[in-house]
């Protein structure tokens, strides 16, 4: 029986679920001037995914990669969403 394919699936659903909760926290706190990180967290993923000999790490590594990548997108569409209403505004954090 073979279950990477299943331990991928979940490790996938994992890592794009908890994306969601850190966009939001980081367009909160930061503001999209924290995108570099999520650049630089994504570019070290996928060259760790080229790296590593284990392919599920090696897959799981990429999803994470683009995970960060897509997380920049994210990030400015957050600040629409504020903007709008649609979520809190820091009042704290000056723009």
């Not at 990477?4 to 994306?19: C, H, V």
């Not at 924290?34 to 080229?50: E, H, Q, R, V």
């Not at 284990?54 to 957050?78: A, D, H, K, P, R």
Request: proline share 4%.
């Amino acid at each position: 029986m073979n279950l990477n394919g299943l331990i991928i699936g979940l490790a996938t659903f994992l890592i794009i679920g908890a994306f969601h909760p850190i966009v939001i926290k980081a367009e909160y706190y930061l503001g999209t001037r924290c995108w570099p990180l999520f650049a630089l967290a994504g570019l070290a993923a996928c060259i760790g995914s080229l790296l590593v000999d284990g392919t599920v790490l090696s897959i799981l590594l990429g999803v994470l990669g683009f995970s960060c990548f897509w997380s920049i997108v994210e990030l400015f569409q957050q600040r629409q969403r504020v903007q709008r209403g649609w979520f809190p505004k820091n009042p704290r954090r000056k723009d």
